[in-house]
């Protein structure tokens, strides 16, 4: 046993995960067998999103960090020709935003997402974070100004405080909770704080940050908070071959063999992305109450004939 072994075993008899994470990394680098690469990748890969994802304890409940590789069902998840164009603008961003750092340029690789509820703004994120391999750091404003309203503003500063020089990608949910136009009929005075500090945050972040932003209502965002972002792009619902790519995806990642004229049906257009999602679910829940309850009607037939067997006997 080398001296690594010994320190792993130790730090895990002693309940010492801070040690034994190390040890394990260590085993992990010094790997030299092919064999194993793929492995010790996807364990160096755990090790570091676990670091990224320790929060300090005045952002637990405001700001929730995910490995998307676990969260994002990347073989149900159809991506339009619309939303690829986008997520290669973004990695482009990110490759020059790198460079303009080097350069002393400061530049922020943002996004801003637009469209009905249902269309899969939230989801999109997270692909986004799935397919740079990086963290997905979730606030969701509705609920921060709901229970927070008067510490808003320094809850923001915490959190870009932690986001800020770390490579992930923070997502702004229902961006719209607080960025009504400051100068509009609703306006609250410490909405409108909130607002202009979230512009100074955001104007603060460095480039190994991805922000992506995300509303129902574009129209009441203030005009100067959409001008942080560089990108702005609408979601929409799927036409009818979006459809058909969603619906094959999702049943055949189920391993769900949908019959042609249903899978017709399902192509023709109408409702959002949630609302297409919630009616192949109701698909496979009737799918499997049937054959349940054809199992049950053979359970009873056979009953029946052990009843009439055992009179007739
Ligand atoms: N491109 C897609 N492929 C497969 N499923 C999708 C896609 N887009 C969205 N969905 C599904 O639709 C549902 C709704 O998506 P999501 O919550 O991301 O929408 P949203 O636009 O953020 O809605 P809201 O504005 O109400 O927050 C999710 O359960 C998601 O799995
Ligand atoms: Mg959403």
């Not at 410490?190 to 509303?215: F, K, Y």
């Not at 094959?248 to 023709?268: C, N, S, T």
Request: with cysteine; net charge negative; proline share 2%.
């Amino acid at each position: 046993m080398n001296n690594i072994e010994r320190g792993l075993l130790q730090s895990v008899c002693e309940n010492n995960m801070f040690g034994a994470k190390k040890y394990a990394r260590c085993i992990l680098l010094n790997n030299k067998a092919k064999s194993n690469e793929y492995f010790c990748n996807e364990m160096i890969h755990k090790l570091d999103m676990e670091d990224e994802m320790v929060l300090p304890a005045n952002l637990k409940g405001l700001l929730f960090v995910e490995d998307p590789k676990e969260t994002f069902k990347e073989g149900r998840y159809y991506l339009s020709s619309r939303e690829q164009a986008v997520s290669e603008k973004i990695f482009r961003m990110c490759h020059a935003s790198q460079k303009l750092a080097e350069l002393g340029v400061n530049y922020v690789n943002s996004t801003m997402l637009y469209g009905e509820s249902g269309t899969g703004k939230t989801t999109f994120g997270r692909c986004i974070a799935y397919k740079l391999g990086l963290p997905f750091a979730y606030l969701n404003f509705t609920r921060v100004i709901d229970s927070y309203l008067g510490a808003t503003s320094k809850n923001l500063s915490n959190i870009f405080d932690y986001v800020n020089g770390r490579k992930c990608v923070l997502m702004l949910d229902e961006i719209d909770a607080i960025g009504m136009a400051r100068k509009s009929k609703n306006e609250v005075g410490e909405l409108s704080r909130v607002v202009i500090g979230l512009m100074q945050n955001l104007d603060r972040l460095t480039g190994d940050t991805v922000v992506i932003g995300a509303t129902n209502r574009l129209d009441i965002i203030d005009p100067a908070l959409l001008r942080r972002f560089t990108v702005k792009h609408e979601v929409v619902r799927p036409n009818r071959e979006e459809r058909l790519g969603m619906v094959r995806k999702f049943f055949g990642d189920v391993g769900y063999d949908i019959p042609e004229d249903k899978l017709q049906k399902f192509a023709e257009p109408g409702d959002t992305q949630a609302g297409l999602e919630n009616r192949m679910i109701m698909e496979l829940v009737n799918f499997y109450s049937e054959q349940e309850d054809s199992v049950e009607e053979k359970i009873d037939k056979q009953g029946d004939n052990n009843v009439y067997d055992q009179t007739t006997a």
